[in-house]
C-alpha cells in the first residue's frame, strides 16, 4: 500500500501486488517528477561520514568539533562548508539510547550550522547504530528508504558484532550507508575479513539492488 498527498488535493492510497510493481510505480513517479522540474538540481552533494566506538560509555558534552573535523584529527578546511547535505553517522557499543543520541546530534548541528536536520532514517543491531539526516529542503527528493541488519557474533547468530545498513534515492542518485562493528584483536584479521564479505552478502533487505551497483557506497 502506498499513500500519495499531492499538492492542493486530498490523500489517495494505491494497493500494490506485490513490493516490486510498488517500487517501479515509485520511481516512475521520481522519473516524472525529475522530467517535469522547474529548477535545476545541484551538480554536487556533500556528505558527512562519521563513526565513533562509543565503548559503551555516553558521549562527552561537548562534540561539535567532531562535525568540524575533516578526518584524523584535522581540522576542517576554512573553504569547505560545514552545512552538509546529508549526515551519515555510525556508532559501535552506543552508549546513549537511540531517541537521545539523535536529539543530540540534531541539536549539535543546529548549534553549529543553524539548520533543524531531517532524520531519515535510523537503524540498530544491539550496539551498532546508524543515522542519516537531511537537510530540510532536500527531505523531498529522499524515496525509496531501505534498511537491513547482518549478525556475524558467535554462530553469525548474535548481534554484538555485525552491521547495519540504510540506502535510498536522492532525487535519481542512489546511495547506500553500511555500519559494521567487526571482530576484535590484532591476530584475528582473517576473520574479519570474513566479517565483511559476510555483511556484504547479508544486506538482503537493501533489495532493489545488489549491494555493489549503487551510485555511491560508503562501507564504515
Not at 529548477?39 to 561520514?49: A, G, I, K, T, Y
Not at 558484532?161 to 567487526?182: E, M, P, Q, R, T
Not at 547479508?202 to 549491494?211: L, Y
Request: glycine letters at 8%; charged letters at 20%.
Amino acid at each position: 500500500k502506498l499513500g500519495l498527498l499531492l499538492e492542493g488535493q486530498s490523500r489517495k492510497d494505491y494497493i500494490f501486488t506485490n513490493m516490486q510493481a510498488r517500487e517501479h510505480f515509485c520511481q516512475l513517479i521520481q522519473m516524472t517528477r525529475n522530467k517535469l522540474r522547474t529548477q535545476p538540481e545541484s551538480d554536487s552533494l556533500s556528505v558527512f561520514v562519521g563513526t565513533w566506538n562509543m565503548g559503551d560509555t555516553a558521549p562527552p558534552p561537548e562534540i561539535g568539533t567532531w562535525f568540524k573535523s575533516e578526518g584524523w584529527g584535522r581540522p576542517l578546511d576554512k573553504s569547505m562548508s560545514l552545512a552538509h547535505d546529508i549526515y551519515a553517522i555510525g556508532t559501535q557499543e552506543s552508549g546513549m539510547g537511540e531517541k537521545e543520541w539523535i536529539t543530540k546530534i540534531k541539536s549539535v548541528l543546529k548549534s553549529l550550522v543553524d539548520i533543524d536536520y531531517e532524520k531519515i532514517e535510523s537503524k540498530i543491531l544491539w550496539g551498532i547504530r546508524l543515522v542519516i539526516l537531511v537537510k530540510p529542503e532536500h527531505v523531498k527528493k529522499i524515496s525509496h528508504v531501505q534498511h537491513s541488519l547482518v549478525r556475524t557474533g558467535i554462530g553469525n547468530a548474535l548481534g554484538n558484532k555485525g552491521a547495519v545498513g540504510i540506502s535510498f534515492y536522492f532525487s535519481n542518485i542512489s546511495l547506500a550507508f553500511i555500519c559494521c562493528h567487526l571482530t576484535s584483536g590484532t591476530e584475528k584479521c582473517h576473520r574479519r575479513n570474513q566479517n565483511y564479505h559476510d555483511i556484504l552478502r547479508g544486506m538482503v533487505q537493501m533489495k532493489h539492488r545488489h549491494i555493489n551497483q549503487f551510485d555511491l557506497t560508503h562501507q564504515f
